[in-house]
Nanobody
């Protein structure tokens, strides 16, 4: 099985920066795409940034030019550098893997537990 552990959340003033990190652990021998989603209270979970298995990056329009995703396939990590944060970026951020194989088991749609990011105005 695969576990995803996020770190780096917290409280920051508008205009500030935070860096989120996610590490996938387990007897992993392959992971396809990794990325970040977020969900604010009463809202649907939405994609923030994603790196496909082939290295193609995608960003939500709301974060383009402010956020940057980076992935280390060798370490099974994915980071999200968030700059020029706005109060509307306040949310719980989730690390996500779309397809993985560990040991003799493969699976889809693995989520981390989520980490709170709060941007004060």
């Amino acid at each position: 099985q695969v576990q995803l552990v996020e770190s780096g959340g917290g409280v920051v003033q508008a205009g500030g920066s935070l860096r989120l990190s996610c590490v996938a652990s387990g007897s992993i021998y392959s992971i396809s795409g990794m990325g970040w989603y977020r969900q604010a209270p009463g809202m649907q979970r939405e994609m923030v940034a994603f790196v496909t298995g082939r290295g193609v990056t995608n960003y939500a329009d709301a974060v383009k030019g402010r956020f940057a995703i980076s992935r280390d396939k060798g370490k099974n990590t994915v980071d999200l550098q968030m700059n020029s944060l706005k109060p509307e970026d306040t949310s719980v951020y989730f690390c996500y893997v779309d397809h993985w194989c560990a040991g003799s088991v493969c699976g889809n749609d693995k989520w981390g537990q989520g980490i709170q990011v709060t941007v004060s105005s």
